[in-house]
């Protein structure tokens, strides 16, 4: 039951072309953490379920030279005809702020995205919203490379070959790896709030990563 | 617009002095400009005699340790934990740091950049005062409240220890000896080193009988030559002599004859009396005087990065020679001097680059290893005018090969492009938004290809080949085999003299660029996006006069002038009756560069876009000045390629 099953072929708008463009060559794979940039992200949405639910808000900020940069933090909100009643009551989201049309939306995230690294914890399920949410303006896909900081936490305590039914997914889970990480949590659920946690979360998993012998892009991403 | 995550730093901020003096609005304009990073157990965030960095730090968790060195180790003088604040020294921007920073456990370090607590120093009396305090007791500012801060006494005390920018104290002092050591070539060794150890000097110089140079001998030609080689000492000096000699006139401008010492890597410089080997010895200078008189100059930079290979140490030494640029820019050192020390500087990390690309690869490709190559600067570092670290553009050209190893070539050379460019990345500069690259397989091409490029881009100028023209065309091979550009120049001049019209092509490209003044003489400026109100020095003024020199100086066929400046110097004596525009175009570019470079330093970013009303009367009125030859080389190359009747 995939939404994919009704796609029609878009012709791309302009933006979705110049932020297309950007994406010239892959990354060497002997680049530093130090030299890359990566946007961390996340996605506060109605629900859960991609087909019926959509983005209420997206909120991200940069890293460079493994530094969290916070002139480029961003929280946008996004103009919706439902709020998810399931979304009041598990996040607390209320309408505030100013709220973005979806193409304006659009028009400000893909060159925030740039040809940037994307970071997020379970960052398949924000990618996936985030595709949907940008199809109507012809955007297939997002060709930018991404890490998933759980599946990175799990790669650094069992390596890279792990048999997934010895995983207790619990340890996984934002908080529990913030607790563990000794991050506090003070902003969870709003976009925003859990994007900076992700970002501080990832700068800590950077430095175990080196510890364990994966410093450069290659061995990242992996 | 705040947001959640801007809040979060400026919640913790406002509980620690000084943030917790600031209004709500000065405190969130200082928490987004907040980076944050994550360092562990015996991180250095900075080290004793380093220049000050471009923000200072708190603890927002963990603990740093302050440290000094002494003879027995490293004692700790201070151990800073949450919400204390240090590196404050970096406030007054030009001193050395005088302690380590070394983590002590886990830490989470906020950074907050000099700049915008500047503006707030300025407005908020509490906050200079409680800084000003922390001065007094050394580099910490500890958390204390207001009344004992005030008794903060001896301000500033330091100051006499200002040692950071002694670059050239003052180019008089530097002594150049007038009592040479000479000597006849029948001399022999032994006697040659007995005289030399009875004056105390490490170096003779041999003569005829008008003591006209014939060679000099130096204490490494001893060691080397006499010691290592096992040569009697009885055997004549001329055996062991270094002939080809390199000499200077005497009464020359002191930063030519250094010049001409860094580039061919001279410990010692014979002057005669005419600057050639044929009239008398007058005197010497060697490296080691000018050392004597300078702290941080070029001579060191470039030692220091002929004897690393480590990264992180060419970076902190790509850091130090933009300081001392600094200091040259605001003391009016000539530009031609300034750009040629820092391309050689930049020359220099590029054929460092290239031997740890070599050495890595080495092994892995035994076939390749007699094929010639060459790495190409291109842009402004190819036209040696690149003073600060912004984009490199570059490219790899290699020898032509058999077919059953053009695969391999492909590879290798893409290799051994990618980690050079690599390694620059890491030395500070960035890479090219238009990935104009020697990691980019499109720009890493045999010389055969490279032909068919330029010819495709003069044969047919479409709008990409003239934007490549602009690029590539002033190339300049760094290290390697510089045959393959030569070959790759006469190329290009042998196609641009059968196909002539490509010439009007460049020049309308170069006639068709945004103007500097708008119609009642105010500058234009961006009118959107990131820049908006800022002038584009770069796409404005100095990228049409670069395009012109280039266009002129391939109009009259001079090979091998890449240099914009020297360009309109070649140009004023190839045409006379134009001599004045061209010698007032080639200053204005220099004006144009030291802004930038200036601006880029003050701000540190590239220079780019500079704020009109930011700058003093005096400047604007310079800058505008720069505009009147550039408006007029624009017209006379209207009229020379006849731009009136050009299609389109």
């Keep these: ?222 | 617009m705040s947001n959640v995550i801007v809040n979060r730093v400026a919640e913790f901020l406002k509980t620690y002095p000084p943030f917790n003096f600031l209004s709500k609005d000065d405190l969130e304009n200082v928490a987004q400009q907040v980076s944050i990073k994550y360092f562990e157990e015996g991180e250095r965030l900075f080290s004793q005699g380093e220049p000050a960095q471009s923000h200072f730090f708190i603890v927002r968790e963990g603990s740093v340790k302050l440290t000094e060195n002494q003879a027995s180790g490293e004692l700790v003088k201070e151990y800073c934990d949450q919400g204390d604040v240090f590196g404050v020294l970096a406030l007054l921007g030009k001193r050395p740091y005088v302690l380590n920073a070394i983590v002590a456990e886990e830490t989470i370090v906020y950074f907050v950049p000099v700049s915008i607590f500047e503006l707030i120093l300025e407005q908020n009396s509490k906050v200079a005062l409680y800084f000003a305090a922390g001065f007094a007791s050394g580099q910490v500012v500890v958390r204390q409240d207001l009344s004992q801060g005030q008794k903060a006494r001896g301000v500033f005390k330091n100051e006499s220890n200002d040692h950071s920018l002694l670059i050239f104290s003052d180019p008089s002092v530097i002594k150049i000896s007038e009592n040479v050591l000479t000597g006849f070539k029948d001399l022999s060794i032994q006697e040659a080193a007995e005289q030399m150890s009875f004056e105390e000097v490490s170096s003779i110089v041999v003569v005829n009988e008008q003591k006209h140079p014939l060679g000099i001998i130096t204490d490494k030609d001893l060691r080397k030559k006499v010691v290592a080689a096992g040569l009697p000492l009885g055997a004549s000096v001329s055996e062991i002599m270094t002939k080809e000699l390199i000499v200077r006139k005497s009464d020359a401008s002191f930063s030519d004859l250094y010049l001409c010492m860094i580039k061919n890597r001279l410990h010692h410089l014979v002057l005669t009396k005419d600057g050639t080997s044929q009239s008398p010895v007058t005197g010497i200078i060697s490296d080691h005087d000018v050392l004597l008189s300078m702290g941080n100059s070029p001579a060191i930079l470039i030692h220091a990065l002929l004897n690393t290979m480590d990264l992180e140490e060419m970076k902190s030494i790509r850091l130090r020679a933009e300081q001392m640029l600094r200091y040259y820019l605001e003391n009016e050192v000539a530009m031609d001097f300034v750009a040629s020390v820092m391309t050689e500087i930049n020359d220099v990390i590029i054929s460092q680059a290239r031997i740890i690309a070599l050495t890595k690869y080495r092994r892995e490709y035994p076939e390749m290893e007699g094929i010639k190559f060459c790495f190409l600067s291109l842009g402004s570092e190819g036209r040696e005018e690149q003073l600060l670290r912004t984009d490199q553009d570059n490219a790899i050209i290699y020898e032509d090969v058999p077919q059953e190893l053009y695969d391999q070539a492909a590879e290798y050379f893409l290799k051994i492009g990618t980690e050079m460019v690599e390694v620059l990345i890491h030395c500070g500069i960035s890479p090219c938004p238009g990935n104009i690259m020697a990691s980019n397989s499109k720009w890493v091409q045999p010389i055969s290809t490279w032909k068919e490029y330029f010819s495709e881009w003069i044969l047919r100028p479409t709008e990409e080949a003239l934007l490549n023209s602009t690029i590539f065309f002033d190339f300049r091979a760094i290290g390697g085999t510089n045959f393959l550009a030569d070959q790759l120049t006469d190329h290009i001049y042998e196609e641009v003299r059968k196909k002539h019209f490509f010439l009007n092509f460049l020049a309308n490209n170069a006639y068709r660029k945004p103007a500097p003044l708008g119609f009642f003489r105010g500058f234009m400026v961006e009118r959107s996006g990131e820049h908006r109100d800022q002038f584009d020095i770069k796409a404005r003024a100095m990228m049409p006069l670069a395009d012109l020199a280039r266009l002129l100086i391939l109009s009259h066929g001079v090979v091998g002038i890449n240099n914009t400046f020297k360009r309109f110097e070649k140009l004023a004596e190839l045409e006379p009756v134009n001599e004045e525009l061209y010698t007032q175009a080639g200053k204005a570019y220099e004006i144009l560069m030291r802004m930038r470079a200036l601006e880029g330093l003050h701000h540190g970013n590239s220079g780019r876009f500079i704020d009109p009303e930011s700058l003093g009367k005096l400047y604007k009125q310079l800058l505008k000045n720069t505009f009147s030859p550039l408006l007029e080389l624009q017209e006379l190359v209207k009229v020379r390629f006849q731009l009136d009747y050009f299609s389109k």
């Design chain 1, 1 to 222: 039951m995939s939404w994919s099953l009704f796609r029609k072929k878009i012709s791309p708008k302009s933006f979705v072309k110049d932020f297309l463009k950007e994406f010239k060559s892959d990354i060497p794979d002997i680049r530093q953490f130090d030299e890359l940039t990566f946007v961390v992200l996340d996605t506060e949405t109605t629900g859960l379920d991609l087909f019926k639910d959509h983005i209420l808000s997206f909120g991200a900020v940069k890293i460079q030279e493994q530094k969290i940069l916070i002139s480029t933090a961003v929280e946008w909100y996004l103009a919706s005809s439902k709020t998810g009643k399931e979304a009041i009551t598990v996040h607390g989201l209320l309408k505030n702020e100013e709220e973005l049309s979806l193409e304006s939306f659009a028009t400000q995230m893909l060159p925030y995205l740039g040809n940037h690294v994307i970071i997020g914890h379970s960052i398949g399920f924000d990618l996936a919203m985030l595709k949907k949410a940008l199809r109507p303006f012809g955007l297939v896909d997002f060709p930018n490379p991404s890490i998933d900081t759980k599946d990175l936490a799990i790669r650094l305590d069992h390596g890279l070959m792990v048999d997934p039914s010895r995983i207790n997914f619990q340890d996984y889970t934002l908080d529990s790896l913030c607790q563990r990480f000794k991050i506090e949590t003070d902003d969870r659920h709003t976009a925003g709030g859990d994007a900076f946690l992700t970002a501080n979360l990832f700068l800590k998993l950077l430095k175990l990563a080196c510890k364990k012998g994966i410093n450069n892009w290659g061995q990242l991403k992996k």
